[in-house]
């Protein structure tokens, strides 16, 4: 982990490149975490040792929102145009060219290939 004042970067698995990411840890008053798309065990210490009482999403993809439902009690945040996009698993097939290139059945499957609490 390296750290640049009050930010802490968390790396994800394989090189923190899809489905991972980085993640930013923010030791501040609100203990904020941008993107949860690092390692999990990493996130979950970094919880255990802090509190993360806010978690920042720069967008909806995956690789940064993967481990929002670790933490239950956190504050999630994500811009509106962002928000109404990943209501639904559907909604995000949509943005991302899913439906337009696989039709319903190729969205199943996708949606068979994500991961699950």
């Known amino acids: 982990m390296q750290q640049i004042g009050p ?5 994800g698995p394989n090189h923190s490149k899809v489905p991972f990411s980085r993640s930013l840890f923010l030791d501040c008053p609100e203990k904020v975490l941008i993107d949860s798309g690092a390692d999990a065990n990493i996130l979950l210490e970094m919880n255990r040792e802090y509190g993360i009482n806010l978690i920042i999403n720069t967008h909806y993809h995956p690789d940064h929102t993967r ?3 670790l933490f ?3 504050k999630k ?13 559907e909604g995000v097939a949509r943005a991302n060219g899913v ?4 039709g319903p059945l190729g969205v199943k ?3 068979q290939s994500l991961p699950q609490e």
């Open 77 to 89: 945040w994500i811009n509106p145009i962002e928000f109404e996009t990943a209501r639904t698993v």
């Open 109 to 111: 499957q996708w949606k």
């Open 99 to 102: 439906y337009q290139e696989r």
């Open 72 to 74: 239950k009690d956190a």
């Open 7 to 11: 930010i802490m970067i968390l790396e």
């Open 67 to 69: 481990h929002n439902y």
